[in-house]
């Protein structure tokens, strides 16, 4: 099974940031990562599929990028509805797994 | 839209049985694969199971194999999910998902329902 780790755990961060959040994978994925935010309360949202490619309707702020073992999503600068938890998920082999999520919370 | 509408979720006890329902609406169902995915109280999210578009083929996580089944109706639009010999650890929301990618291409969840609870509690 494919092991995914997600970095940092926690992110503090102001709106207008940056935010950087990390995923790396045990071993290669490929670029067939995905990366989803989910709001409490929420379902998850597909954000991010086959590493860089945006989901429909998903602002432009939000950038993935990576392949391989090494994979970033990018949001440029937060707006109030981006703090969330983000999830990284890749579809290499199955067992598709799940990276244990990265919370961005306001600062 | 898309509507992805779960039901059967409740409390259950250690061993018994439960089946969950998905009720599609809105998509081309019998094109995609679909997908169970769960989340358990205040946890991440896992794949539970995934289903080919036509139902000729199915994966399962280590955690539930040979104790859930997943099936499609596609002309009736509806998944299903029977989960057997139920532990607590079993204890999620469940969430019904569509695969981004039609045929065989798949792994990607584009469409989420809004999840059924199922606890399992003596």
Not at chain 2, 63 to 92: H, W, Y
């Amino acid at each position: 099974e494919i092991v995914l780790t997600q970095s940092p755990a926690t992110l503090s961060l102001s709106p207008g940031e940056r935010a950087t959040l990390s995923c790396r994978a045990s071993q290669s994925v490929s670029s067939y990562l995905a990366w989803y935010q989910q709001k409490p309360g929420q379902t998850p949202r597909l954000l991010i599929y086959d590493a860089s490619n945006r989901a429909t309707g998903i602002p432009a702020r939000f950038t993935g990028s990576g392949s391989g073992t090494d994979f970033t999503l990018t949001i440029s600068s937060l707006e109030p509805e981006d703090f969330a938890v983000y999830y990284c998920q890749h579809r290499s082999n199955w067992p598709w797994t799940f990276g244990q999520g990265t919370k961005v919370e306001i600062k | 839209q898309v509507q992805l509408v779960e039901s059967g979720g409740g409390v259950v006890q250690p061993g018994r049985s439960l089946r969950l329902s998905c009720a599609a609406s809105g998509l081309t169902f019998s094109s995609y694969a679909m997908h169970w995915v769960r989340q358990a109280p205040g946890k991440g999210l896992e794949w539970v199971a995934v289903i080919w578009y036509d139902g000729t083929n199915k994966y399962y996580a280590d955690s539930v194999k040979g104790r859930f089944t997943i099936s499609r109706d596609n002309s009736k639009n509806t998944l299903f999910l029977q989960m057997n010999s139920l532990r607590a650890e079993d204890t999620a929301v469940y969430y019904c998902a569509r695969d981004l990618y039609r045929g065989y291409d798949m792994g990607t969840v584009e469409y989420w329902g809004q999840g059924t609870l199922v606890t399992v509690s003596s």
